[in-house]
């Protein structure tokens, strides 16, 4: 799991867009890695859309979003393309991205204990490095408060 000012794990995955995305490739710019529970639930589609309608201010200051979850490929082309998101998702089935960053903890719906993703969001800076990280996250006014860590230009 990174720490606040080391360096975050070389990782790759495959987009809902088909693609494959390289985090390392994205060095040079501030990177928000976001992590969620379920594709087209409520609290994770207002997050989305959060970071959506955001998206050209956090292009102002050279940062890109991706979008994390254990969801298919098929699942996240579905959801990217409903809610019209510009930035990409990474299919984790594998919880590989999950993993590295330490986001599956056990959880309790409706009295039952299961382990999922636990909303998480992770600011990375131009060098790789990660600069904060937001855990349990809440929705609202989240994709804002993200925004705001990153400097403006």
């Known amino acids: 799991m990174p720490e606040v000012g080391k360096k975050v794990p070389k990782l790759k995955g495959p987009t809902g867009d088909g693609g494959e ?5 994205l060095k040079g710019q501030w990177v928000v890695v976001y992590f969620y529970p379920k594709d087209s639930t409520p609290g994770c589609t207002t997050e989305a859309k959060d970071f959506r309608d955001l998206y050209p201010a956090f292009q102002k200051r050279h940062a890109e979003i991706i979008g994390v979850s254990r969801d298919s490929v098929k ?16 299919s984790d089935p594998d919880e590989t991205w999950c993993n590295a960053f330490d986001v ?10 299961h382990m999922g993703v636990v909303r998480s969001t992770f600011l990375i800076d131009p060098e790789g490095r990660l600069a904060q990280e ?19 230009k």
């Open 21 to 25: 995305l390289k985090l390392d490739s």
């Open 75 to 90: 699942s996240h082309a579905n959801f990217a393309t409903k809610q019209e998101l510009p930035f990409p998702l990474v």
């Open 104 to 113: 599956i903890h056990e959880k309790v719906l409706y009295g039952k204990r």
């Open 134 to 152: 937001w855990r349990n996250v809440k929705v609202t006014g989240h994709a804002q408060a993200v925004l705001d860590a990153i400097p403006a």
